[in-house]
């Protein structure tokens, strides 16, 4: 077994909440908070090598098998926001990230939340254990050595 680190992996990404993410009450519709995390995912996987298009060229789909979301304070139109993604290291074969929106100015948390994704080949196999392309970039990023 690999000995774990604690190194902390975070990514941040501002947005303006647009017209076609509220609702008729000018609020953000509950499910579109859901598409914020896609896009803190994203800018995670950019920053630290592990975007969608890697993960597909190791052989490996990651669909979500959970979701969690706690809605605190809703966000408005127009307003701006910073969505924090944080990686969650496990030894099981998954990513876990956690979540929390800050609504703008004052870094008022409004969404907190996580995702789970497994590993699965393309024919939708399960791993049951940690792909060796995730397990380097593990090391890579010094989560284990």
């Given at each position: ?18 017209f076609s993410d509220v609702d008729p009450m000018g609020i953000v519709w509950h499910g579109n908070y859901i598409k914020y995390f896609e896009d803190a995912r994203e ?103």
């Amino acid at each position: 077994m690999s000995q774990q680190k604690t190194n902390m992996l975070i990514e941040k990404v501002e947005v303006k909440v647009r017209f076609s993410d509220v609702d008729p009450m000018g609020i953000v519709w509950h499910g579109n908070y859901i598409k914020y995390f896609e896009d803190a995912r994203e800018a995670f996987g950019k920053k630290y090598g592990l975007g969608y298009m890697d993960v597909y060229r190791a052989g490996i789909l990651a669909p979500i098998v959970k979701l969690k979301i706690d809605y605190k304070k809703p966000l408005r139109y127009d307003e701006n926001a910073v969505i924090e993604i944080k990686y969650i290291d496990s030894e099981a074969a998954i990513m876990k990230f956690e979540y929390v929106i800050f609504k703008q100015p004052g870094n008022i948390i409004a969404v907190t939340g996580e995702t789970i994704q497994a590993f699965v080949d393309t024919k939708g196999e399960l791993f049951l254990t940690i792909p060796p392309f995730f397990e380097q970039w593990k090391r890579k990023w010094g989560i284990i050595i």
